[in-house]
């Protein structure tokens, strides 16, 4: 890792260089992703509707974690958030749909009980990546002089926290046990990332609780990192 960021001059206020921009996005790739792409931050949709659909109906993680409805941040903040920012490093991560659509993993993950086939582990692991790569960009944004901040996908009690009763930021003045994992998913802020996806020509299947292996050529989680120009710790 440490030679990958010296790609990136370290330590300055630098205004946006498209070979940094580049060099984010390839990191994405890099570090995991299955594709990446650059785009305005004008271009990231946020829709109060996507935030709503954790709650109505409620999904089971909807009051469970600090990062999802209805905690975290508003769709008006949300939207004033992105318009502090130049662009995005959109990137996604492809999964089996034997995995993303195993016949029972929605029952064990609502349940909390992990399946003998291994297929919770492994999507956790999938969810686990998507959260690494916006948080090893978010570092190599920051080390180049440049605001940063990045949305993940899912929650982040079932990777980071599976076997603990509660969310520790919800209940104890410790805060998070995972501050430099855990983030806000696109969609808990309302972020359409499916239009998103497929304004970048991404083909995308949404996968609900009775969804079958078959019916879907894979799962896609996505995420986005924020870029600007300046230092910007502002959440
Ligand atoms: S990682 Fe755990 S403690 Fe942190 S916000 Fe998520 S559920 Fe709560």
Known sequence: MKSDTTALKQGEANPLKNEDVEFLRKSAIDHGADEAVIIPASDVIVDPRVRFKCMIPKCY???GCAHCPPHGLSVREVKDLVAEYELGVFFRVKVDSKIIAAAGIHEAIEQGLADKKGNLM?????????????????????????????FGA????????????????LVSSK???NPDLSAFSMESCGMDAYTMAARVGWDHY?????????????????????VNRKKNEAV
Do not use: H, W
């Open 61 to 63: 993680m909807s009051g």
């Open 122 to 150: 492994n999507l956790g692991g999938n969810y686990i990546l998507v959260f690494t790569i916006i948080k090893v960009l978010e570092k190599y944004a920051r080390q180049a002089g440049y605001g940063a901040y990045g």
């Open 154 to 169: 899912g929650n982040c009690k079932d990777p980071f926290c599976f076997l603990q009763p509660v969310c520790q930021r």
């Open 175 to 177: 805060g998070c046990r």
């Open 206 to 226: 949404p996968i609900g609780g009775t969804c079958e292996p078959d019916t879907v050529p894979r799962g896609s989680l996505m995420g986005i990192v924020l």
